[in-house]
């Protein structure tokens, strides 16, 4: 018979729910106060911001998932234990409540002071960041305090919205209408047409019609407004891998950062179902979990990110330093950015493939893409990493993955490990010479593709419902016209000498800096976007200092005293 797979909680409890010594609970004492609650007093309510961390002298406390109106007890914390997840290292809004079970008293750690633990507290702050991620995991694999999606079968709008949350990290859970009775009860409690479906039921109680991620992300307190009139010294346009180190080495070397991306942290590296040859990882590590890390790092030492927000334009501002407009009408200011917004996924050029999009033509190899393909015979197309680290992800789903290139084999653009993986899979079938010429379906969903052979022109049919495109990407710097940035001529970002900088990072923009996928010349590789990362943010220091120097340089002298003065 088989048996459920582990949670996390299970398998590394220990980890998740840590005792904390007398010693240790002394140090924790310094960044917080000291607060007591009477029994059901509630220390948490669910949707509730800017809670922190709770230390427990004395009592218990209930921490309770509510989901449509059903209470769960997750764990009961007790005296010497913490309380909290991620959601607390930033002050969003709290997943989950947490009920006094008795007379509790506790120290009260807010986010900001628990950012200060982990990271003067090194081996304590360890433990305690370890527990808060183990915890997020834990409320991740059961959907716990996260919205509930509601959506027929195979809906393609309700995978968007899942994609979405995932890939930011944020728990839900996707109910089937037609198969579930918890489904079908809260369409009838809600009394939901058909015709409005998905919807998406909030922590809060409200319900959102097939939202769009702001819409979601805003319903969730996933993003915030920015403040207009709060300058930040680093600005960082890209939660990709170039991104992400850019702002974990300038918010760790004391930078006020804030990073925006229109989408999920990750970027191209996110989608990436398995690295093997970065640094450090000899048994591979998934291009989610890499970039989670990344993330959770950037927001440990208090870089402020703002997903999903757009970059819709770059300008100087008058007072001194940029300011970026979003495409929600805000704006925020910096005194210098990094454009790390990496490239957009390139697609093919047939004109019905947009009619396919929204159900069967994918940019992505997750999990969510895995469950829908199971067992299945899908094609994929592309010569990269990235096609072959998705198409042996892909094999492990599905019943058959077609790889489709244009050229005669894989040697000229795949790592030899890759090559080697995808001959020792019996279920992918390497189709040389090969392009797609057409796609056939009905309804928005595929049913059959048209391949033809570029040596000699012969054309064949074969059913196949799902499709992945890997085939490179095209820089994302539409955003930047008119601000005088200059590009080369296929559209990345011109640096250094090109670009008459002094900095070999540096835009034709002074204090603009341009690392990663979008940047002219650049490797693409995850690492060498990290290097970029940190680089730019050594030469971010160097632009501050000259802007500080100069300004100081020009200041008007002091007043000089009087003789009349002076003689007193």
């Not at 709770?54 to 997750?74: C, F, K, N, P, T």
């Amino acid at each position: 018979m088989a048996t459920a797979p582990s949670s996390i909680i299970d398998t590394r409890g220990h980890q998740a729910f840590p005792i904390l010594n007398p010693a240790e609970i002394d140090r924790l004492g310094a960044f917080g106060a000291l607060r007591s609650y009477a029994a059901d007093e509630h220390l948490m309510k669910m949707g509730e911001s800017d809670h922190g961390l709770a230390v427990i002298l004395s009592g218990g406390v209930d921490i309770l998932a509510r989901e449509a109106g059903q209470v769960r007890r997750i764990v009961r914390h007790h005296a010497g234990s913490f309380m909290g997840e991620l959601a607390q290292l930033t002050g969003r809004p709290s997943l989950v409540e947490a009920v006094a079970v008795g007379a509790v008293e506790a120290i009260l750690i807010p986010p900001e002071r628990l950012r200060a633990v982990l990271v003067s507290e090194a081996e304590l702050g360890e433990r305690i960041m370890r527990a808060l991620i183990l915890r997020r995991v834990g409320l991740l694999e059961q959907g716990t305090g996260g919205p509930i999606i509601l959506a027929p079968e195979g809906d393609p709008e309700a995978r968007r919205i899942e994609g979405f949350l995932m890939r930011n990290g944020h728990p839900r859970r996707r109910l089937v209408t037609c198969r579930d009775p918890e489904a079908a009860a809260l369409v009838a409690r809600f009394e939901i047409p058909a015709a409005d479906l998905p919807i998406v039921l909030c922590p809060d109680g409200s319900l959102l019609r097939n939202p769009n991620e702001g819409d979601l992300a805003r319903c969730l307190g996933l993003v915030s407004p920015i403040d207009p009139d709060r300058i930040y010294d680093l600005a960082v346009v890209g939660a990709g891998p170039a991104g992400l180190a850019a702002a974990v080495y300038a918010a760790s070397e004391g930078l006020s950062v804030l990073v925006l991306d229109c989408r999920a942290f990750g970027g191209q590296a996110g989608a990436s179902a398995r690295i093997e040859n970065y640094l450090g990882f000899p048994t591979g590590i998934s291009g989610v979990a890499l970039m989670a890390r990344a993330h959770n790092q950037a927001r440990k030492f208090g870089a402020e990110i703002a997903i999903p927000d757009e970059a819709a334009s770059l300008a100087a501002h008058p007072d001194g330093g940029y300011a970026i407009a979003l495409a929600n009408a805000e704006q925020a200011r910096a005194r210098a950015v990094v454009i790390a917004a990496g490239a957009r996924y390139r697609r093919l050029g047939l004109e019905s493939l947009s009619q396919y999009e929204a159900a069967s033509v994918h940019y992505w190899a997750s999990p969510l893409e895995g469950r829908l393909c199971a067992g299945q015979h899908v094609a994929l197309v592309g010569g990269g990493n990235s096609a072959g680290q998705a198409a042996v992800y892909l094999a492990s789903q599905v019943a058959k993955v077609a790889l489709i290139i244009r050229g005669p084999g894989l040697e000229a653009s795949m790592s030899r490990y890759l090559i080697e993986r995808i001959a020792a899979t019996p279920n992918i079938e390497l189709r040389p010479h090969t392009e797609i010429i057409g796609l056939d379906g009905d309804g928005g969903a595929l049913e059959a593709i048209r391949l033809r052979d570029v040596r000699t022109g012969a054309e064949i049919r074969e059913a196949i419902r799902h499709i992945f495109l890997f085939i490179g990407a095209d820089p994302n710097t539409d955003w930047l016209a008119g601000s005088g940035i200059e590009l080369e001529a296929k559209g990345f970002i011109a640096t250094g000498d090109t670009a008459g900088a002094g900095h070999e990072l540096e835009t034709s923009l002074p204090g603009v800096f341009a690392i990663g996928d979008i940047r002219a010349g650049s490797v693409k590789r995850v690492a060498a976007a990290v290097g970029e990362g940190a680089q730019a943010v050594a030469a971010v220091h160097a632009y501050l200092s000259r802007v500080d120097l100069a300004a100081h340089a020009v200041a008007p002298p002091a007043r000089a005293a009087p003789e009349k003065e002076l003689a007193q």
